[in-house]
T-cell receptor, first 110, second 114 residues
Framework: GQNIDQPTEMTATEGAIVQINCTYQ??????LFWYQQHAGEAPTFLSY????GLEEKGRFSSFLSRSKGYSYLLLKELQMKDSASYLC???????????FGGGTRVLVKP | GAVVSQHPSWVICKSGTSVKIECRSL??????MFWYRQFPKQSLMLMAT?????????EQGVEKDKFLINHASLTLSTLTVTSAHPEDSSFYIC??????????FGPGTRLLVL
């Protein structure tokens, strides 16, 4: 089966850094995705990690440790527009199926 | 990046009617499309996987006779909610991939069944 855990909510201040953790136990693994979803909208792609290590893309970075079943998304220099839900999703071994975690709602305060 | 569209974005219907939602990949050929459902404050739940020219694969607990999926071309998949009931009210989102790992999501369709 698939089990993906991430915190439900996080609050941070504009300009600060927030780290969203995701742990997973899955029967197969072909990579881990992070998506951003604003309320009432569809998810937008942020990052894809398939190998261990840190991938940096502008203000957003994503880290993966396959041996620990662990990933995090790091958001730097937070802006008000970063208030959204962040979804961790694991790509299974077969059929390109994504299994999503429950999502982490991030609220950025002035 | 790849663009996926959905139509309609909003639909309100009476209980017992059928609703068709279209999902199109605009600038790439989608070998596989996925249909998800998302209830308020919950995450996305995969309903079915659709490959062009073949029958959709449904996830456990999803009724294939109620949620009809057709993937007639490499750029279009449709989801028909048959005999919709209020409990089918949800946010339906499709995604598409060209065979690579990344799924690109459509803007979603909000269905309200009265």
């Amino acid at each position: 089966g698939q089990n993906i855990d991430q915190p439900t909510e996080m609050t941070a201040t504009e300009g600060a850094i927030v780290q969203i953790n995701c742990t997973y136990q899955t029967s197969g693994f072909n990579g881990l995705f992070w998506y951003q979803q604003h309320a009432g909208e569809a998810p937008t792609f942020l990052s894809y990690n398939v190998l261990d290590g840190l991938e940096e893309k502008g203000r957003f970075s994503s880290f993966l440790s396959r041996s620990k079943g662990y990933s995090y998304l790091l958001l730097k220099e937070l802006q008000m527009k970063d208030s959204a839900s962040y979804l961790c999703a694991v790509l299974g071994a077969a059929g390109n199926k994504l299994t999503f975690g429950g999502g982490t709602r991030v609220l950025v305060k002035p | 990046g790849a663009v996926v569209s959905q139509h309609p974005s909003w639909v309100i219907c009476k209980s017992g009617t059928s609703v068709k939602i279209e999902c199109r990949s605009l600038d790439f050929q989608a070998t596989t499309m996925f249909w998800y459902r998302q209830f308020p404050k919950q995450s996305l739940m995969l309903m079915a996987t659709s490959n062009e020219g073949s029958k959709a694969t449904y996830e456990q607990g999803v009724e294939k006779d109620k949620f009809l999926i057709n993937h007639a071309s490499l750029t279009l998949s449709t989801l028909t909610v048959t005999s919709a009931h209020p409990e089918d009210s949800s946010f339906y989102i499709c995604s598409a991939t060209d065979g690579a790992e990344t799924q690109y999501f459509g803007p979603g369709t909000r269905l309200l069944v009265l």
